[in-house]
């Protein structure tokens, strides 16, 4: 005699489950907006790559590459 049930949980339905908790309580949670970052423009595009450095050269050094 068997007695009580068996309880088949899917792991997609579980994945859905806890997505659906996350969200719920985030939305809870974070209740107060949050300004974005203002865009940097040109000095987003400026190059940061010097070659004379000197963290530049030891990394030619140390990884022997031919210096130029």
């Keep these: ?4 049930f068996q309880l088949s949980v899917h792991r997609r339905d579980l994945l859905r ?9 985030s939305g809870t949670l974070a209740t107060e907006a949050v300004a974005a970052e203002p865009f940097a423009g040109p000095s987003k595009r400026k ?22």
Excluded: L
């Design 47 to 68: 190059s940061r790559y010097q070659p004379n450095s000197i963290e530049v050269q030891d990394f030619y050094r140390v990884n022997s590459y031919p210096t130029r």
């Design 17 to 25: 489950f806890a997505i659906a908790t996350a969200a719920a309580t």
């Design 1 to 4: 005699m068997q007695v009580g």
